[in-house]
């Protein structure tokens, strides 16, 4: 990555290494904040400061409560007022145009189980530790640190096209928050995804549905249990249904882009909910499912794969039978997605990645989902993820490798370099 125009690599390297305790104090101020669902505000106030500080024109979109409306938009957690996506741009209106995404909004994290604080971070052996800085607050720390190096050391390079910045909201559970983006024309010729990839880059993801699963049951005093109906009882007839799910799934062949991996559709259940007092009898059990599927599906036949098994095994119980279960859509009705591994993105990131560590990038498809699949399958927008390394994500502990925020950021450093130099992929 030379040439006429090229920014001096060692000196936008030097750069970063500098800038590099900046990006993680940063990180650390929005690890810092708690960005669960419906709780994000404070944490997009915290990017949105960083963007203006680095010269970036920074707006608020709200998200229209209809983006929910129907699928591919996933079922909404919370009501979206006082719940913005934050977008920053340079020279905006310029060509070509890049777009780098990101989401504030984390999973729960079980308090008494991590070694410290999940919300407090905590550096040790070169690794941030704190529920979000893998997945993906590390990330921001990442793409950011790579601006701020090229602001400094190559100025110039940022002059040749828009590049936009887009912090989002629920792409843990619906992705609603980058498909109103995109419905409000933040679009662009490119965008990459800052999620934790391990340096590698992700390529492409299964479907994803979430259902709620209701039993109801007879409530009564523990006493007269035996002349109740317990919901939980019901519980093992339908695990053992989406058990028999999975395995279906899951069986070779059906999509070669993903037959790599040993079990890419995976129905997991999250959350099992029941009754109030131990001393009674509840009324109902819920089980909060996530089903992995494949990308020739529908979410809507997905859901009615799950919808079909549970009341499969509802059939064959005698209180199921007579009392079937309620299955809802719950979260995520996403499609499935790929972008082909010889596509010019996937290329020119892949060319940044070797030219900054010296070897070529993994390039890799999982068994979930991204924010991508809306840029590549409802836009037609080239979008990829690459992020730094992580450990135990959604899990007890969750850490983000720091040096791997600076060495991708060199990756990112040259991959928007060239893709302004080159004028994108035209």
């Known amino acids: ?62 998200i229209p409560p209809e983006t929910a409306a129907h699928a591919p938009a996933g079922v909404a957690q919370a ?34 189980q991590w070694a410290s604080d999940p919300f407090t971070p905590a ?7 704190g529920r979000g800085a893998g997945d993906m607050k590390g990330g921001f720390a ?14 110039r390079v940022l002059d040749r096209g828009e590049l936009g910045f887009l912090s989002v909201i629920e792409e843990e559970c619906t992705g609603n928050g980058t498909l109103a983006a995109c419905r409000a024309g933040v679009l662009a010729d490119a965008a990459v995804l800052l999620e934790p990839t391990d340096l590698g880059l992700l390529l492409g993801g299964t479907g994803i549905v979430w259902a709620e699963i209701e039993i109801t ?16 009882r019901c519980i093992p007839a339908i695990l053992r249904a989406l058990a028999g799910l999975e395995d279906e799934l899951n069986k070779p062949g059906d999509d070669p882009a993903f037959d790599r991996l040993p079990r890419p559709y995976n129905v997991n259940v999250g959350t099992v909910t029941a009754g109030d007092w131990p001393s009674s009898v509840p009324a109902r059990a819920r089980i909060g499912v996530r089903a992995g599927f494949p990308r020739r599906w529908t979410p809507d036949e997905a859901f009615d794969r799950v919808r079909s098994a549970v009341l499969g095994a509802a059939a064959d119980d005698p209180w199921l039978a ?50 991508a699949r809306y840029y590549l399958n409802q836009f037609g927008v080239p979008a990829v993820a690459y992020g730094p390394r992580s450990r135990n994500i959604h899990g007890t502990d969750e850490a983000v490798e720091l040096a791997s925020i600076v060495s991708g950021a060199r990756t990112m450093a040259r991959f928007i370099a060239g893709f302004f130099m080159s004028g994108g992929f035209r």
């Open 1 to 62: 990555m030379t040439g006429p125009g090229f920014p001096d690599w060692e000196t936008v390297d030097a750069a970063i290494s500098d800038g590099a305790e900046a990006a993680f104090s940063f990180l650390e101020r929005l690890v810092a904040s708690p960005s669960t669902v419906g709780r994000e505000l404070p944490a997009q106030q915290i990017v949105a400061a960083e963007l203006d500080g680095l010269g970036f024109e920074v707006s608020e979109l709200s």
């Open 79 to 112: 009501d979206y007022a006082g719940r913005p996506d934050v977008l920053g741009r340079l020279n905006p209106g310029g060509e070509p145009s890049l777009l780098l995404n990101g989401h504030v909004d984390v999973v729960p994290a079980e308090y008494g």
């Open 123 to 129: 550096r040790a052996d070169g690794w941030l530790t």
């Open 142 to 155: 990442m793409g950011l640190l790579a601006v701020t190096a090229l602001r400094r050391a190559a100025p």
């Open 217 to 232: 049951g007879v409530a009564a005093h523990a006493e007269s249990a035996d002349r109740a109906v317990n919901p939980v």
């Open 322 to 371: 007579s009392h079937p279960p309620s299955v809802r859509p719950a979260g995520f009705r996403a499609e499935g997605y790929l972008i082909e591994g010889d596509h010019p993105l996937v290329n020119a990131l892949a060319a940044a990645h070797a030219d900054a560590h010296g070897e070529r990038p993994r390039r890799t498809v999982m068994g979930s989902t991204t924010d």
